[in-house]
């Protein structure tokens, strides 16, 4: 089984890739956004408080995603793999997931960084504001905010990883094929 942390700032297009490397390899996408969504939608508890901090551009506290998180992963028992989209955020929260995953004789098999530029990134969310219907991508102070908290508390999780001997930066520019050309290679490569 491989478990891979699709990593990268705001815009970087982890959510279009974690949806191709899916088709191809079978993995299970856990997108913390996407279950962050999905609680909001249905209004939980856990829902609710994560949608007081995202509206202001700030991370979800790591209870909170870890909770909703494992309930997840746990949902699907018969998994090929998983691919962390937009998790770990946080230092202890990869912590957290690596002491999740030993419960079930598993590890992280690598985190895949995708690196764009921040021009970019901004290029990219505004655009997505307009196709997704994501109010948090339409506002330029929200969307500095994301980046500038991604830089100084999510960003040094891959220290963690550094430190495992499993993570690799991927080049995050180019066409669609060509990014997933490079994250498929580098997965097929730890086989």
């Known amino acids: 089984m491989r478990n891979i942390v699709l990593f990268g700032p705001p815009g970087a297009g982890k959510g279009t890739q974690s ?40 991370l979800v506290p790591d209870d909170v995603t870890i909770r909703m998180l494992e309930d997840s992963a746990n949902g699907h028992p018969d998994a090929r793999g998983f691919v962390f989209d937009g998790f770990p955020r946080t230092t202890a ?27 970019e990134l901004k290029v990219r969310l505004a655009k997505r504001a307009e196709t997704s219907g994501r109010p948090d991508d339409a506002d330029p102070a929200v969307i500095q905010k994301r980046i500038d908290v991604y830089n100084a508390e999510t960003a040094p999780v891959a220290d963690h990883y550094q430190a495992q001997g499993k993570y690799q930066g991927i080049e995050g520019l180019g066409s669609v094929e060509d990014i997933f050309g490079r994250l498929r290679s580098a997965i097929e490569a730890w086989a």
């Open 19 to 58: 949806a191709l490397l899916v088709d191809h390899f079978g993995f299970v996408h856990l997108s913390t956004g996407d279950i962050f969504r999905l609680n909001i939608k249905e209004e939980t508890v856990l829902g609710k408080l994560a949608k007081s901090y995202m509206e202001k551009g700030q």
């Open 93 to 119: 929260q990869a912590g957290a997931l690596d002491a999740f995953l030993n419960e079930k004789g598993q590890a992280i098999s690598g985190m895949l960084a995708l690196e764009v530029p921040e021009d």
